[in-house]
């Protein structure tokens, strides 16, 4: 999809869609539309009726300069038009920590003893104590917990 709206940005802006003849200046211009335009693509979708938010762009970024990281490891372009592109600024989220009484109210929804209250109760004590995310948690296997 980022690849697809970049191709249709040059093509509405009559930019090269050849890589190797692709500039730091089409990428700024890139960017730019995608921080400053709230009617993107010519689409009615209400995502692209929306000022794109810092972290959208900044995944588009990073999208781009990998797809150009390796275009340039691959031989297909002499220069990555990336090298003189800073990354846009985000947005830093400050996450609040639960309170003592909703930690207490999500314990208190686990109190029972069957099989499905004992594994909730492990998995927020797991997440709470250790830190991890949701997805890592998901992820954790039998092997990846020290027996000691």
């Known amino acids: 999809m980022v690849l697809d ?4 940005f040059f093509e509405q802006h009559n930019f090269p869609t050849q890589v190797h003849q692709i500039n730091t200046t089409h990428i700024r211009e890139f960017l730019w539309y995608l921080t400053s335009e709230t ?8 995502l692209a009726c929306r000022k794109a938010s810092p972290s959208t762009v ?5 999208s781009m300069k990998t797809f150009f990281n390796w275009l ?19 947005e830093k ?3 609040q920590a639960l309170a003592t009484t909703e930690i207490q109210r999500l314990f208190e929804a686990c109190e029972g ?3 499905y209250d004992v594994r909730n109760k492990a998995i927020l004590s797991v997440l709470l104590d250790s830190g991890l995310r949701i997805s890592e948690l998901t992820n954790l296997k ?3 917990f020290d027996q000691t």
Do not use: A, C, G
Request: without cysteine.
């Open 39 to 46: 009617h993107r693509w010519d689409s009615s979708h209400p």
């Open 5 to 8: 709206n970049l191709v249709w």
């Open 142 to 144: 039998y092997e990846d």
């Open 58 to 62: 900044h995944i588009y970024y990073r």
């Open 93 to 95: 989220k400050v996450i």
């Open 72 to 90: 340039k490891r691959e031989d297909l372009i002499s220069t990555n038009p990336y090298s003189f592109i800073k990354p846009p600024k985000q």
């Open 113 to 115: 003893k069957t099989m």
